[in-house]
């Protein structure tokens, strides 16, 4: 365990890639940590990742992650919610870890689209800009356009538009027009 006090959310993250690495399950961080990495910092209380796996996977995840000492929780999403499953890991200084257990309209080659970061001498696997971009315009919430627009504008090379609107469309018309309105203002 290496948190040591409340507000490390992301020192638990790291505890819980290593039981996914063991059970060799692809990973990709997102929310507000992801969006560090492209250029903007927002305070957040959790750590989101998205895995593509299915409900009794995410379900069984919880024994490994239990081991290390952490309590979990489950949710299986219904029939017309976007996000499939969420495990959530939480640790004795009220951390969070939030593990999504696939979306809907996901592009299935995401995992092979992250990007490593080092980070505590580990390295972790954060969705690719445009991905991340694509899934904040499928959220589709006032601050979620804001983290797409500023991974958007934050962009250091070139990003690639027929990707973006591709895995974006994959997502509905909704997510789709959304991103439109970025990419026009």
Not at 9 to 20: G, I, K, N, R
Not at 71 to 96: C, S
């Amino acid at each position: 365990m290496r948190a040591t006090q409340a507000g490390q959310s992301a020192l638990l993250l790291l505890d819980v890639v290593e039981v996914l690495v063991r059970e060799q399950l692809e990973y990709a961080v997102i929310g507000a940590f992801a969006l560090s990495v492209y250029g903007a910092v927002r305070a957040s209380i959790d750590v989101d990742a998205l895995l593509q796996v299915p409900f009794e996977r995410l379900k069984n995840l919880q024994t490994p992650i239990r081991a290390l000492g952490f309590r979990t929780t489950v949710h299986r999403g219904q029939a017309e919610d976007p996000v499939r499953g969420l495990l959530v890991v939480n640790d004795a200084f009220g951390n969070q870890v939030d593990l999504l257990g696939g979306l809907k309209g996901l592009d299935r080659h995401i995992f092979r689209r992250t990007i490593d970061v080092p980070f505590e001498n580990q390295v972790l696997k954060f969705a690719g800009r445009e991905d991340f971009i694509a899934m904040k315009c499928f959220a589709g919430g006032p601050q979620d356009l804001l983290d797409a627009r500023s991974a958007y504008d934050g962009a250091q090379r070139p990003i690639d538009l027929d990707l973006l609107r591709t895995v974006t469309r994959r997502f509905g018309r909704d997510a789709a027009d959304r991103l439109e309105s970025i990419l026009g203002s």
